[in-house]
């Protein structure tokens, strides 16, 4: 199924929110706020969750890099098998998971696309566990749509944008779009 199309085979409608400057410019900003937090570079690591955190991540490293003057690690997380609705739903190709290190003692600045429920993200923090236990975990997302389902707040918002259930938010370097479902 294409973005494009609904689980219905016909089109939803859509909306443009963000073009990809406004991403870039929401990216900087967020870059800022996290070297002002951090006060530094100090022992950050980027972890982007697998599918659509990952490219986010990999060009939020690159400006904490641009500002910091010094590369920031950065890698992926695939959250699959740690999802608590792993048998109601048919499980998506893998994408790789490029963190192989120890993250106990670093800040994470764990980035995904869309907070919604919250689910996904306690999905990644379980995943993130298995590498060890980080000094702090900071939540960067693109977008926060609202409809927590668990108790979970982003450190770093691109863009607050209230939605219905019935509208799917997507979220690429490109923009952000919302989908009336049909």
Do not use: C
């Not at 306690?122 to 702090?136: C, E, H, K, V």
């Not at 707040?153 to 009336?180: C, F, H, M, Q």
Request: aromatic share 4%; net charge negative; hydrophobic share 40%.
């Amino acid at each position: 199924m294409s973005l494009s199309e609904s689980p219905s085979g016909t089109a939803p409608s859509r909306h443009s929110v963000l073009g990809s400057d406004d991403v870039a410019r929401a990216l900087r900003r967020m870059a800022h706020e996290i070297v002002e937090r951090n006060h530094g570079s100090g022992d950050l690591v980027v972890v982007g969750v697998q599918r659509g955190g990952a490219p986010i991540a990999t060009r939020l490293a690159a400006h904490l890099g641009e500002i910091l003057a010094q590369p920031i690690e950065h890698v992926d997380l695939d959250v699959s098998f740690y999802r608590d609705d792993i048998g109601a739903s048919p499980l998506r190709d893998a994408a790789p998971t490029t963190l192989s290190s120890d993250v106990s003692g670093r800040v994470v600045v764990l980035v995904d696309d869309v907070l919604f429920t919250g689910r996904t993200v306690r999905a990644a923090l379980n995943a993130l566990l298995t590498f060890g236990r980080p000094s702090a975990v900071h939540l960067a997302v693109l977008v926060d749509r609202g409809h927590r389902e668990l108790p979970l707040r982003a450190d770093y918002v691109g863009k607050n944008l209230p939605t219905s259930r019935e509208e799917r938010v997507v979220a690429t370097l490109d923009g952000v779009w919302i989908e009336r479902l049909p």
